[in-house]
């Protein structure tokens, strides 16, 4: 049962100076004497080849120093995607029992599939909040519905209301890292300054981190702290300064399919993998369950210029990863400048493989992904000295995710393979553990670090937490490993894994695996073939005995099936991204076909903004213009996607950006002259496009004039995963258009609002109607 508040045992007359106080039931709870501060730091999207602790070409300085002076952990596992693996380290339970089965955009109305975290399973934040502990918040979040990400939206599921006390970073999946979308605590802000002053995301989250452990030990030094940093790094888009992407040139040039082989060696000469461990092929799955999105191109096959480009994806990688290890290097440098490190358990770790979402060519703008659009190599060379600047969302070929993945099969995304789900993890904690520079194999999971926190911390998850029961976590302490032999035994029994169509099972060194491709769309579960792997002697997963051990096979297939129904995994679902991304979800405000936005407020976030992707639509803006009027009147999206309507020189344009694609749509009037005009643009949607996307002709108006007309293609997938939201008077971070900078407010005039139509009306019959609906407000 929850702790009860004790007993007022004091006197109350009715006199002060006659009565005694008692102030124990009203005393905060302090922590365990000598709890260890928690610093948590968790990247995205990193396969455990990648890093110099595992024998990696990427330096990690700090995780080196931090590894060197505590564990690295060679068999620790993630739920192979971000939002899931997330909901773990906020829970301790298994992501489908938080109802995160799958990213917060998937989601599909099933209870493992929600993406509302339940009440019987309490967050670590409220649990260290409840016994002492100050606990902060920075940097990705992921784990807010998709519908609640709006200046209106619920609470609930934000981080504060999760048990943090601080929170600074991006609510959604990815965000760009020089204009990234911010919130500070409960609210949207601005980012502070630009990337010509010196901006970058990796950096900012530093500085906040920084200023929160400085408050806390001006006011509080004797408060223990749980600090969670999740970088955007090193998720999409790739994003560097040109000094750390420098350090790389030339780096990989030997090709992803070389590196597999030195890698491997390297990895084997450090111990993190066997002697004798086997290389897994770069593309195993046979053509009828595979996707061609995450082809692996042999790099012999590949033009000098795609060699060039191609190890230029990966220089630019390397360089994130790099930068923004040295900005975690300024946290770990205070903590021990203020005498802290020593007894700070630091957990730095990845949430699951490495990204496989960057395509067999790799992508200028990862959001061509998401809108199931193909890249082009053309373009994408045109790019190449561009790579990890602000003109640029790009993401390395898949080719590098295979490597990056290195000895295993495949990558983020496949649950059922090591490749998606083995991810690097090392602890450091110079005052509890004993081992320095030591391996642990133990077998692990992002389940078990809430375990391991509180049983350093010396407390328990309550059986009742707020008047309900808890789930029992699922995760198993690590603790037992920190004084063990690198091969002593763990604790951990079994592990079942699914996303996005994939599934497989762990159970005392045996592994099954279903064959089946992520987001393939080809459903037939039942014809799944199932694979064999005894793990414990073939780290790799190279050698299937399916055949020679059925008993084992069908134990372990029939293991899943109780685990999946103990947990809420099914239905299982592997429906293409683009499908599961535009799922009609329940919104707290009911879909319309109008809506109406005025100047002067915050941006409009994507999830509940106006959907006019795969439509026709129309946007009329009701304005009075002087001689100079100037300035954005609409914007949405930015330049890897998105659509704007602005006043430049004198004219009207409007420019849809189709995927940051060249050259832009753009369609522009004649001068404009003052007073009170109506001013917008009409898509009428009539095919679709080779890819899906939207095909028709765009009507520019001005009053009830067409003043341009032309053929226009427009996307039908989000403009981008997280992207930049919908601004009225001016555009917010990064631009729609090349054709001015940001913010461009409108100046000159009076904006008085604008109206989104998604309806089959026409656009005159709507021109009067929202003159006059404008001008009355």
Known sequence: MSEERAPFAGTIKLDVRDSVPDWKPFELKRAPEGAPNVLVVLYDDTGMASWSPYGGRINMPTMDRLAANGLTYTQWHTTALCSPTRSTFLTGRNHHANGMGVIMEGTNGFPGFSGRIPEECASIGHILQDNGYSTFWLGKNHNVPEEDVSSGGSRSQWPLAMGFDRFYGFLGGETNNWYPDLVEDNHFIEQPYSPDEGYHLSKDLADQALKILRDQQSSNPSKPWYMWFCPGANHAPHHAPEEYIAKYEGAFDDGYEAYREWVLQRMIDRGVMPEGTALTPFNPLPDDVSNAADYVKPWDSLSDDEKRLFSRFAEVFAGFSEYTDAQVGRVIDYLEETGQLENTIVFYCADNGASGEGSPDGSVNENKFFNGYPDDLAENLAMLDKLGSPDTYNHYPT????????????????????????????????????????????????????????????????????????????????????????????????????????????????????????????????DDRWELYHVDVDRSESKDLAAEHPEKLKELVDLWFSEAEDNHVLPLDDRVAREQLTIERPQAEAPRTRYVYYP????????????????????????????????????????????????????????????????????????????PHTLGMEFTRESAGEHGESVGTCKLYVDDEVVAEGPMRAQIGKFTLCGDGLCVGYDSADTVSRQYTNPFPFSGGQLLGVAVDVSKEQYLDLELEAAAMLSRE
């Not at 951990?492 to 592994?511: F, I, N, P």
């Open 399 to 526: 080719g590098w995710a295979a490597a990056f993945s290195t000895p295993f099969q495949m990558f983020k995304r496949y649950s059922q393979f090591a490749g998606g789900t083995c991810d690097p993890m090392v602890i450091s904690w110079p005052k509890g553990i004993t081992a320095k520079g030591e391996l642990r194999h133990q077998y692990h999971h992002s389940t078990d670090v809430v375990a391991t926190i509180l049983d350093v911390i010396g407390i328990e998850m309550p059986d009742v937490y707020r008047g309900v029961k808890q789930r029992p976590l699922d995760g198993v302490s690590m603790q037992p490993s920190f004084d063990a032999q690198p091969d002593g035994p763990t604790n951990k029994k079994v592990q079942y894994y699914s996303m996005l169509g994939t599934r497989g099972v762990w159970a005392d060194g045996w592994k099954a695996a279903a064959i089946h491709a992520p987001i393939s769309g080809k459903g037939h579960f039942d």
């Open 600 to 675: 002067d407020t915050v941006a409009v976030p994507e999830s509940v903004a106006v959907n006019v992707r795969g439509r026709s639509y129309k946007i009329i803006a009701d304005v009075v213009l002087e001689a100079d009027a100037a300035g954005v009147i609409f914007a949405h999206g930015s330049r890897f996607g998105g659509h704007a309507l602005f006043i430049k020189d004198g004219r009207l344009n409007y420019v849809y950006n189709f995927l940051g694609i060249p050259p832009e749509q753009t369609f522009t009037s004649e001068a404009l002259s003052a007073g």
